[in-house]
Nanobody
C-alpha cells in the first residue's frame, strides 16, 4: 500500500524554525514529483512547495514562503523534507506530504499530516 508519513511538527514561537519530514513507501519515490501542501483551520488546501523527479531536483515555492522555506529530498531514504525558517503565525496549519500527478486528481493519497502551530 502507498503510505506518506509526516513528522516533525510542533508548537514554536514567531521567528523560530522547524523541520518537517516525510517517509514514503509503496511507490517509486525517486520517479515521483513531490509537494508539500498545508491546510489552515477553515480554509482549503494551500500549495507550499514542490520538488521535481527529473534528477535535477528543481524546486518551486509559493510566494508566502519564498525565501523562508526549503524543500529537499533524499531518494536513497524515500524521504521528503521541509526546512521552515522565520516562522510566522500565518504558517500555522496541518502540513501534508503528497505525490503529485500530471493530471486530475493531482493528489491521490493523503496521510495524516503533521501540525505546525506558531504562537507567542
Amino acid at each position: 500500500e502507498i503510505q506518506l508519513v509526516e513528522s516533525g511538527g510542533g508548537m514554536v514561537r514567531p521567528g523560530e524554525s522547524l523541520t518537517l519530514s516525510c517517509v514514503a513507501s509503496g511507490f517509486s519515490f525517486s520517479r515521483a514529483h513531490m509537494t508539500w501542501v498545508r491546510r489552515a483551520p477553515g480554509k482549503g488546501p494551500e500549495w507550499v512547495a514542490s520538488i521535481s523527479d527529473d534528477g535535477f531536483s528543481t524546486v518551486t515555492y509559493a510566494e508566502p514562503v519564498q525565501g523562508r522555506f526549503i524543500i529537499s529530498r533524499d531518494n536513497a531514504k524515500n524521504t521528503l523534507t521541509l526546512h521552515m525558517n522565520s516562522l510566522k503565525p500565518e504558517d500555522t496549519a496541518l502540513y501534508y506530504c503528497l505525490r503529485e500527478l500530471p493530471t486530475l486528481p493531482f493528489y491521490d493519497y493523503w496521510g495524516q499530516g503533521t501540525q505546525v502551530t506558531v504562537s507567542s
